[in-house]
């Protein structure tokens, strides 16, 4: 008989492993957090004197002790993808307005347009003493499709939204632009590995110098700014949430930038090369852990672990970056005085940090854990309309789609109205 029983024991504890391991998040029956001071007793610490049932891992599962990416936090494994995000959307409505004034390219409804990987670039010019204000509006949706099936095995799948808001003001002397740029940017991801989510919002102050030498035209600027993060995640042995916010990260970012135009007839062809660096520089921080409110009493366990409290994880700063060099080319064609349609195609090189995961405590028998997706170029496509609505009103919408980026997909909306006085 007692053989038996401890045969049905045998086969339960073999089955709660089981079941704990199999599913992508699996939670202990106890919910005790990762930072448990006693969940490492269920990851077989032994006691000396004793060895028990609190000795082995069917308790609280193993997902703490075999997940890496699911214990790390979102800023590591996204961070270099919100300065590639940022980049885009700061620098590249930057880039677009130098290019609009530079090369001087207006529609019949005088509305100045570059299709340049990061928007069009608009302006209402000469206001006051040769003063231009512009604005330019992107909205963009992303994705990693990496595939994720279990905690243990790792991933860096995630999806998104990203906006930016640009108001520039500049003057125009002789062949030089010199302006001004200030951008309101956020994001929101969610993240799959760790069932948490990253949000950023911020604000970036910039300036920017345009030269038209005749035969190309030469643009570049500086900037800096403010984003806050929050981040949350889940705890993998409570099912609670670990989050931490008002992280105040830096910002910093320049450009440079060559282009050209040639017309033939109503076509016209606006070669480019760009480069773009942009820096997130994030400070060490906290992501704070709940109490888990487990009610183990401490039985039987050994004395050295006889603290039965959660603790907070230091997340250490590092600075997110993302470089790249763009090769593009767009083509327009004036129809009439209401529509201009251009297309744009580009190749961008790219050096952007690379996701990151925690060392996982245990070495776990996962051969195919999943390294992270490794950014290092795409290509671009995309194109739109300049509308001229009316003798005051005017505007543009443009769509673009980010292809061959390694796991990731990216659609870009952009659009403006302006109102002229």
């Known amino acids: 008989m007692n053989f038996l029983r401890n045969i049905l024991i045998l086969a339960l504890f073999a089955l709660s492993a089981l079941v ?48 890496g990416a699911g214990r790390t936090n979102s800023s590591a494994i996204v961070g270099g993808e919100i300065a590639k995000l940022a980049a885009n959307a700061v620098i590249g409505a930057v880039t677009g307005r130098l290019s609009a004034a530079m090369n001087n390219k207006e529609t019949a409804a005088h509305m100045s347009y570059s299709a340049n ?153 606006t070669p480019r090369v760009n480069y773009r660096s942009f820096e997130v520089d994030v400070p060490t921080f906290t992501d704070v852990v709940p109490n888990d409110g487990n009610s183990i009493t401490g039985a039987g366990l050994p004395v050295q672990t006889a603290v039965f409290t959660t603790a907070d994880e230091t997340v250490t700063g590092q600075t997110y970056s993302s470089d790249m060099t763009e090769v593009g080319l767009s083509i327009a064609a004036s129809l009439n005085s209401k529509l201009t349609p251009y297309f744009d195609v580009a190749y961008v090189n790219e050096s952007t940090t690379k996701a990151a995961y925690n060392t996982e405590a245990l070495a776990d028998a996962n051969s195919a854990d999943l390294a992270a997706s490794a950014p290092d170029g795409y290509v671009v496509f995309g194109g739109g309309l300049l509308l001229n609505l009316a003798s005051k009103m005017s505007g543009y919408i443009q769509v673009q789609e980010v292809t061959n980026r390694s796991d990731y997909s990216e659609t870009t909306v952009s659009g403006t109205l302006r109102l002229k006085f």
């Open 20 to 67: 704990l391991n199999s599913r992508a998040y699996a939670y202990g029956d106890y919910g005790l957090s990762c930072t448990n001071d006693v969940y490492g007793v269920h990851l077989g610490y032994v006691d000396s004197v004793t060895v028990s049932a609190a000795d082995y891992g069917v308790y609280a599962g193993l997902d703490c002790a075999y997940a």
């Open 117 to 269: 990987g990061g928007g069009i670039g608009m302006a209402a010019n000469h206001i006051v003493g040769g003063l231009s204000v512009w604005t330019n509006f992107t909205s963009s949706n992303f994705e990693n499709d990496q595939t994720f099936t279990s905690v243990q095995k790792d991933s860096n799948a995630f999806d998104g939204d990203a906006s930016a808001l640009t108001i520039g003001v500049d003057k125009q002397v002789g062949n030089f632009v010199v302006g001004l740029a200030y951008t309101g940017f956020d994001s929101d991801i969610d993240v799959s590995v760790n069932k948490g989510s990253i949000t950023t919002e911020g604000e970036t102050l910039g300036l920017y110098l345009g030269l038209n030498t005749g035969a190309v035209s030469v643009a570049a600027g500086i900037g800096t700014g403010e984003y806050d993060i929050d981040t949350k995640r889940t705890d993998l042995g409570s099912d609670l949430t670990i989050s931490a916010s008002d992280v105040t990260a830096d910002v910093y970012y320049y450009h440079l930038g060559i282009s050209g135009e040639i017309s033939r007839g109503r076509l016209s062809f």
